[in-house]
């Protein structure tokens, strides 16, 4: 992971690139934690070698895990990070492009990049946190905190 400052005002933007094998979820967390990041959105396109996307099953409160074990094109990427207890926390949805032209998508869980994913991350001033949320079994941004 290569990591280059766009813009240093407020917000501050920066460009995030992985290369082939990294895991982007993981790596994003850990770049969130290094940099003090309270607050930050971002967006990505790029590609990957195999995904674990997650849907949300509201009668379970639990995600169900769908594998993608197929070299995959990256449309959309979008996210944030917040914190939910002492660390911050990905929160990212995936569309992902098969080689047929199809298109699956949902909550990225886990994901191998190939051969690049270019991140754009833009981190806010202010502070965001999830909260676990008793009805849905979800940490939930508050923005009463």
């Not at 690139?17 to 607050?39: M, Q, R, S, Y």
């Not at 990256?74 to 944030?80: E, K, M, T």
């Amino acid at each position: 992971m290569r990591a280059k400052v766009l813009s240093a005002g407020t917000p501050r933007v920066i460009a995030v690139v992985f290369d082939t094998g990294e895991e982007p979820v993981a790596a994003l967390t850990a770049f969130a934690k290094d940099h003090g990041f309270h607050a930050a959105s971002f967006s990505a396109i790029g590609a990957f070698q195999d995904a674990t996307l997650g849907y949300f099953d509201w009668e379970k409160k639990d995600y169900e895990r769908i594998e993608v074990r197929e070299q995959v094109e990256v449309l959309s990427l979008l996210g944030d990070l917040a914190f939910e207890g002492e660390n911050s926390r990905v929160h990212a949805h995936v569309v992902l492009g098969r080689r047929d032209g199809t298109a699956c998508g949902g909550h990225l869980l886990a994901a191998h990049v190939r051969p690049t994913l270019e991140v754009i991350l833009t981190q806010a001033p202010g502070y965001m946190e999830r909260v676990h949320d008793p009805v849905s079994g979800l940490a939930l941004i508050r923005l009463d905190r």
